[in-house]
């Protein structure tokens, strides 16, 4: 037998019809349906918590970066953090990669 006309035998209709066919696909839209509640929803909330703590930031506040290192904000625009890591040491990062604490680091 060759692979077409398998998959022709498996696309002619059945006896039972289409309700078959739905039946089919319900183990993969109860698949769907869980990944989404159990991954994608929480990671979402996640997010959009640290968001909020990074718009919260604001200068004198200390914060770790992605990288690991522990500075106090200097200046805050819309795209960068100004921090400052020992006296006089400035540095300029993106915004995206700062938590307000150590506890949202670990998060991510």
Do not use: H
Not at 85 to 101: H, L
């Amino acid at each position: 037998m060759n692979v077409l006309s398998i998959l022709l035998d498996s696309a002619a209709p059945s006896a039972t019809g289409a309700s078959s066919g739905i039946v089919s696909f319900l183990p993969i839209i109860a698949i769907v349906i869980i990944f989404y509640f159990f991954m994608i929803r929480p990671q979402q909330k996640r997010q959009k918590n640290i968001q909020k703590a990074r718009e919260a930031i604001k200068a004198g506040d200390k914060v770790v970066t992605a990288g690991g290192i522990y500075a106090r904000v200097k200046e805050v625009s819309d795209n960068y953090m100004l921090l400052e890591i020992a006296d006089g040491v400035r540095i300029r990062i993106d915004k995206n990669s700062v938590f307000a604490s150590s506890e949202d680091a670990q998060q991510k």
